[in-house]
């Protein structure tokens, strides 16, 4: 079993974030729901199919839900915390943390071996990313209609 752990930074730049070397991105969509994955593989479409527990899934293949979270190379765990998130399965681990205080940004740590490598790191960035944007937004929009 792999037990190395690599540590991963989305760097941003607006909307698209990219995998330290550069090889993969995530763009937001304007709502904090939508978004696109795109990895050497092809582009696939992210969306958030709830901000209560956190789940979102990529195509039709990917879907990360606290009751159980499908991948490509089968089922894993997916664990929300306020500021993180967390896929395991078995040794191998995922953790997702935002970073960064105005800019919001995450950073990744992986451990063990996964399919589709970027694809789930994304998603599961894409979650944690789009949970903190609703947040903002949400925060914005009470902020002005208390000085309105």
């Known amino acids: ?3 190395t752990t690599e540590t991963f930074t989305l760097q941003r ?13 995530l ?5 904090p729901k939508h978004g696109d994955v795109t990895t050497a593989a092809g582009t696939w479409p992210v969306r958030i199919l709830s901000f ?14 606290p009751k159980g979270a499908v991948l490509p190379d089968g089922p894993a765990r997916w664990t929300v915390h ?7 399965r078995g040794g191998a681990r995922i953790v997702v943390r935002e970073s960064g205080w105005f800019r919001k940004t995450a950073t990744v740590e992986v451990t063990g071996a ?8 994304l998603t599961a960035c894409f979650a944690v990313l789009a949970r903190q944007r609703r947040r903002v937004m949400l925060m914005t929009a009470v902020a002005a209609s208390n000085h309105g």
């Open 1 to 3: 079993m792999n037990t």
């Open 13 to 25: 730049h607006r909307r698209t974030f990219t995998l330290d070397d550069g090889r993969s991105t």
């Open 27 to 31: 763009h937001l969509g304007r709502a």
């Open 52 to 65: 209560r527990g956190l789940a979102a899934e990529a195509g039709d293949f990917l879907r990360l839900h």
């Open 82 to 88: 306020r500021h993180s998130a967390e896929l395991s």
């Open 114 to 121: 996964w399919a589709d490598l970027d694809l789930v790191v």
